[in-house]
């Protein structure tokens, strides 16, 4: 005689599966999986764009723990108000649910926005947060030196994606934050976009040159600048480098 190891019931003309349980249970447990992948759904946060405007993406954090005051807060984005405590709050329509626990994200919140930096901020489960922090990057920089370098060697092959670096480079925009690596087998610093994109790289002579600021202690921002296309209709640019 069969029986579900689920629910318990047995007959001579029950059917159960491989697992031992009968068709009504696994219907109700296809049901309940689904409910909690809708669930899940949810609360899945919108990743943060690594530029807002003037505003560059300079960290993120996910599931940063919260205490709550309300007792179901809906997913979605919040806003955050530092207190005279010092404690962080999370705010939903001006209304105060939560407060941020973990206390070192709760200065580096109160840090940010003292400095008048922008923090985002969303809700990825009933007890954390997704946290983005953004600074105005380039205009940090811009009292600095600076070097404004060719990108070069845009039709060759991107190593990670296989494809032309030109078209990695059509996506970009002036003021963009790029990222320099440096390269010991082509002697050269490869320009990077923030998803890791090759868009080019420095010729050797202009590397060289970076790289006895970098030797001398000097670090740097990297941002696009004079995005054009040429005459074949290919997108070019060159890179603004601020020494600090």
Known sequence: MARCKQCGKKGFFLLVNSDGICSACERKNAENAKRQEEEAKRWEPHPYNSRENDWYLTYSYKNVPID????????????????????????????????????????????FLNRGEMVKAQLDSKSSLYLGFYKQLQKIAENNESIVFKIVKTAKKDSLFDIPRYEN??????????FL???????????KDSED?????????DSKKLMIRE?????????????????NDRPIAKVIVYFK
């Open 68 to 111: 709550l005051v309300f007792p179901d807060p809906s997913p979605g984005s919040v806003d955050l108000r530092v207190e005279d405590s010092g404690k962080v709050s999370v705010l939903y329509k001006g209304v105060k649910i939560a407060a941020i626990s973990d206390d070192s994200k709760a200065r580096m919140v109160s840090d």
């Open 215 to 231: 030797d001398q202690g000097y670090d740097f921002f990297a941002f696009a600048t004079e995005c054009d296309t040429n005459d």
């Open 169 to 178: 480079l059509e996506y970009v925009s002036n003021g963009d934050l790029l």
């Open 197 to 205: 994109g090759e868009l080019g790289e420095l010729s050797k002579s």
């Open 181 to 191: 690596e440096y390269d010991y087998d082509s002697e050269s610093y490869i320009i």
